[in-house]
């Protein structure tokens, strides 16, 4: 932004790269407008340039918004009623927690069983029943720290339609290993439970970990991933 000037045109694939609400995309057209420089958008192919093109904008924002509620209420209410019925378990889960806990008897470290089975820290604390915890006050229970996530995804070619079925498989996964808790359309706040014992996978390593998983799940859809991660307190490190 800062190196747009008068007469200067921003292109963009879609309103949503722009922000996460109609308010933010607004914020963006008017800062653009005050530059005397004006915003296209391919798909749908629309231009602030003319005298209506700020209104087209608006409304395709407000549109987005609505269908992006829409999709999620129906969502909610398919899964509520499939619960009523007894017929949702929700995804299978990759690795039997039996399976974890005859490794753990067995001697293996909590780091090595989470690293072999290519699973979260999480799962395998989980499966042990051991709630992680932020204080220090209670040393025996594992660190976890609180992560917030800025996901964009994207499809390899204009014609696909994988980003929604690849999202709505990694919030699925973020649910299930981090606690997910969602705060925009593409914001999300995680725990993520690690340690530092002289096998174990510190923070670094988990953050790896998450981003893989998501950036398996998308290249299953055909989708590419743009991940914003950053720690919520603690040493605010970003990745």
């Given at each position: 932004?800062?190196?747009?000037?008068?007469?200067?045109?921003?292109?963009?694939?879609?309103?949503?790269?722009?922000?996460?609400?109609?308010?933010?995309?607004?914020?963006?057209?008017?800062?653009?407008?005050?530059?005397?420089?004006?915003l296209r958008v391919l798909e749908p192919e629309v231009t602030t340039a003319g005298s209506?093109?700020?209104?087209?904008?608006?409304?395709?924002g407000m549109v987005a918004d609505m269908e992006l509620k829409f999709i999620k209420d129906?969502?909610r209410a398919g899964i509520a009623a499939a619960r009523a019925d007894g017929v949702y378990?929700?995804?299978?889960?990759?690795?039997?927690?039996?399976?974890?806990?005859?490794?753990?008897?067995?001697?293996?470290?909590?780091?090595?069983?989470?690293?072999?089975?290519?699973?979260?820290?999480?799962?395998?604390?989980?499966?042990?029943?051991?709630?992680?915890?932020?204080?220090?006050?209670?040393?025996?229970?594992?660190?976890?720290?609180?992560?917030?996530?800025?996901?964009?995804?994207?499809?390899?070619?204009?014609?696909?339609?994988?980003?929604?079925?690849?999202?709505?498989?990694?919030?699925?996964?973020?649910?299930?290993?981090?606690?997910?808790?969602?705060?925009?359309?593409?914001?999300?706040?995680?725990?993520?439970?690690?340690?530092?014992?002289?096998?174990?996978?510190?923070?670094?390593?988990?953050?790896?970990?998450?981003?893989?998983?998501?950036?398996?799940?998308?290249?299953?859809?055909?989708?590419?991933?743009?991940?914003?991660?950053?720690?919520?307190?603690?040493?605010?490190?970003?990745?």
């Open positions: 932004m800062q190196f747009l000037r008068d007469g200067d045109e921003l292109v963009v694939l879609r309103l949503d790269r722009l922000g996460r609400s109609t308010r933010d995309v607004l914020n963006l057209v008017h800062e653009l407008e005050e530059r005397g420089a004006s209506m093109g700020r209104m087209v904008i608006t409304i395709l129906r969502q378990k929700g995804r299978k889960k990759n690795v039997d927690d039996d399976e974890i806990r005859r490794r753990v008897a067995a001697g293996a470290s909590k780091a090595s069983v989470a690293r072999d089975l290519k699973v979260s820290r999480m799962t395998v604390y989980r499966a042990l029943d051991i709630v992680p915890q932020r204080t220090a006050s209670l040393p025996e229970k594992p660190p976890a720290a609180s992560i917030s996530l800025h996901l964009i995804i994207e499809n390899f070619n204009k014609h696909g339609r994988g980003r929604k079925p690849a999202r709505e498989r990694i919030e699925e996964m973020l649910e299930r290993e981090y606690a997910m808790v969602k705060t925009g359309n593409c914001d999300y706040r995680l725990t993520v439970v690690y340690d530092r014992d002289p096998e174990g996978s510190d923070l670094d390593s988990e953050i790896q970990h998450l981003y893989s998983e998501m950036f398996n799940i998308a290249e299953s859809h055909r989708c590419s991933i743009e991940a914003d991660i950053h720690e919520i307190g603690g040493e605010g490190r970003s990745w």
